[in-house]
Structure formats: structure tokens, C-alpha cells
């Protein structure tokens, strides 16, 4: 495969992860348009083709972001940006799947003992566990992802139009849930959005490159 090939395969990647998202997200735990928390049994098979999916972005994304963060290397070698895009993306290699995974398994939680309040108390529990990673993979793969893109745009070590600093995974989320205020005969619109922003970036990367081969 060529670079742009591998690079080009982030794209599937985060389109699986937005469907694996979407069928976590829909109607499980979430949000109502008053902010009422609701929480809904949903079917096994949603939460088990989520998981394959899931695990699949992560093999996909790992090529990819491998062969980006060459390519950024090579281009900018002493940059602080490039450098943390690079701990960003190998963080999301190694936290994606778990923090799938453990989400899924919170969701599923929710039927497992036929008391609502039983399960939210059991589904807490498990939340304060894994607490750590799940804070980890924030600020290691999404935040710090943010930090760099913004630096990279602005400094102009990716020649794109300064607006498109937006096109990362936490803008585009917090973007998603402004959604949630639409009127929808469902909830979790939202669910998406952050892989949404993971496919933006990269396919803000691929334009780029083919403008710079063109120049």
C-alpha cells in the first residue's frame, strides 16, 4: 500500500467507530432534551457488533496514524505539535478498543440485575474502576489530539484554512451536543460525533497532502 493508502484508512476506520457508536449510543444511557438522565435496555447484538467494530477501527486507525505521524515527522521533525500529535494518536491505539469495550459493558450492566436502582449503583461502581484510563484516554488521545491540531493549523505546519482548527474530535463533540436539543423521536445523536471529529481531522490530513503534491 501507498502512504496516502494507508493514511486514507483512517476513514473507514472512524466510520466504523461512528456506527459502533450509534448503536451503543442510541437509546441507552443518556440525556432527554430536559437533561433527565435516561437509561434503556437495549439488545445484545447492538452491543456486540459495537465491540467488532470497534476493534476494527483500532487496527485500521493504528496503520494510519502510524504512517501520518511519519509523514509529520519527516516534514517537521522539532515540532512540539508534531510530537504531541504522535502521543496522541499512538494513545488512541492503545485506549480505543479498552474504552469501547468498557463502555459497552456499563450499557449492558444496566439489565443485569432486574432492579433499576440495583444496576445503576453496580454500573457507578464499575464507572469509578475504570475511571483512570477512561480520564487517561481523554487527556492522552482526544485533548491533547485538540492541543496539537490547533498548534499545526495555526502555525501553519498544515496548510489548511485557519477555520478548520475545529475539525478534531473534542469541538466536534461538543458540537454534537448541541444536537441533542433537536426535537428527535430518539436520544444519543450525540454518540457519534467524537469519532466524527477523529474522521474530519484525518480527512482534513488527506486534503492537505494531495494540495501540497499538487503544488
Known amino acids: 500500500m501507498t502512504k496516502k493508502q494507508k493514511i486514507s484508512l483512517a476513514i473507514p476506520a ?3 467507530a461512528m456506527i459502533g457508536d450509534y448503536l451503543m449510543g442510541i437509546n441507552s444511557i443518556g440525556t432527554d432534551r430536559t437533561g433527565k438522565i435516561v437509561w434503556n435496555v437495549i439488545a445484545d447484538w447492538r452491543l456486540a457488533v459495537s465491540n467488532v467494530l470497534g476493534a476494527l477501527c483500532t487496527i ?4 494510519a496514524a ?3 505521524v511519519k509523514m509529520l515527522e519527516v516534514r517537521y521533525p522539532n515540532s512540539k505539535y508534531v510530537k504531541m500529535f504522535k502521543i496522541s494518536n499512538y494513545a488512541g491505539i492503545i485506549f480505543f478498543t479498552f474504552i469501547h469495550i468498557s ?3 456499563l450499557i449492558a450492566g444496566f439489565d443485569a440485575t432486574g432492579s433499576l436502582e440495583l444496576s445503576k449503583g453496580m454500573i457507578l461502581r464499575v464507572a469509578k474502576s ?3 484510563p477512561l480520564a487517561a484516554s481523554f487527556i492522552f488521545s482526544d ?3 485538540m492541543v496539537a491540531w490547533f498548534g499545526m493549523v495555526l502555525k501553519g505546519e498544515i496548510n489548511l484554512p485557519k477555520w478548520t482548527v475545529i475539525l478534531n474530535p473534542v469541538i466536534i463533540a461538543v458540537i454534537g451536543q448541541v444536537f441533542n436539543y433537536i426535537p ?3 436520544f444519543g445523536i450525540d454518540s457519534g460525533f467524537e469519532s466524527l471529529g477523529w474522521l474530519l481531522m484525518y480527512a482534513a490530513i488527506l486534503v492537505e497532502n494531495k494540495k501540497r503534491r499538487n503544488v
Do not use: H
Not at 485500521?60 to 496503520?63: G, P, Q, Y
Open 184 to 186: 428527535l423521536p430518539f
Open 66 to 68: 502510524i504512517e501520518a
Open 103 to 105: 463502555i459497552c459493558m
Open 60 to 63: 485500521l486507525f493504528a496503520v
Open 14 to 16: 472512524f466510520l466504523f
Open 143 to 145: 485533548l491533547l489530539v
Open 130 to 132: 475504570i475511571s483512570v
